[in-house]
Nanobody, 121 residues
């Protein structure tokens, strides 16, 4: 069964850090681009970042540039989103997504169920 599972979310104070993980099962991520999205309550989902199969990184949100870093560990079949200097505005459910393609962009057919990130004092 093809599955993406996010983990690493939680409650953190402003200025804190979290590292989200996106683990794949049932297939290998090595030849796929992986993207992170987030959706805050009452808002549309927005793309955060994407890493191609070749390791090229795309950052979609100006508000997280310099604070969030996407990376991949093909040996562990996992993609990470390191989030530093978190702000209350980063509060959202974070999802990872992939498709049968090596490059970022367009739509993604496979999604995880998400992990909640809450930034609050």
């Amino acid at each position: 069964q093809v599955q993406l599972v996010e983990s690493g979310g939680g409650l953190v104070q402003p200025g804190g850090s979290l590292r989200l993980s996106c683990a794949a099962s049932g297939f290998t991520l090595v030849d796929r681009a992986i993207a992170w999205f987030r959706q805050a309550p009452g808002k549309e989902a927005e793309g955060v970042s994407c890493i191609s199969a070749g390791g090229t990184v795309f950052e979609y949100l100006d508000s997280v540039k310099g604070r969030f870093t996407i990376s991949r560990d093909n040996a562990k079949n996992t993609v990470y989103l390191q989030m530093n200097t978190l702000e209350p505005e980063d509060t959202a459910t974070y999802y990872c997504a992939t498709d049968l393609k090596r490059t970022c962009g367009g739509s993604y057919a496979s999604w995880g169920r998400g992990t909640q990130v809450t930034v609050s004092s």
